[in-house]
């Protein structure tokens, strides 16, 4: 049974900092690819940043720069670390593990960023 579950949200003020760690079981972790969404209210999910097995990662335009994703194959885990948190950066933030034939998805975790 594959499971993820996200962890490290919370409210912060503008320009602060939060690391999200997401925990994976039931998959072969080093060979998946691994990536993090967000959904703002009443806005689509969102891909904010993507990591493959191999460890090329990818950014969404808007948190170049300031979010950095990695990923620890020995203990099954992706991280996403968010500096200079903006308001805009408010959502539910999603893990996601694409396997060959469909995605698992975590259940999220608030992320609140005042202004």
């Known amino acids: 049974q594959v499971q993820l579950v996200e962890s490290g949200g919370g409210l912060v003020q503008a320009g602060g900092s939060l690391r999200l760690s997401c925990a994976t079981s039931g998959i072969i972790f080093r060979l998946t690819a691994m990536g993090w969404y967000r959904q703002a209210p009443g806005k689509q999910r969102e891909l904010v940043a993507s990591?493959?097995?191999?460890?090329?990662?990818n950014y969404a335009d808007p948190v170049k720069g300031r979010f950095s994703i990695s990923r620890d194959n020995a203990k099954n885990t992706v991280y996403l670390q968010m500096n200079s948190l903006k308001p805009e950066d408010t959502a539910v933030y999603y893990c996601a593990a694409s396997g060959p034939a469909s995605t698992a998805w975590g259940q999220g975790t608030q992320v609140t960023v005042s202004s």
């Open positions: 990591v493959t097995r191999g460890g090329s990662t």
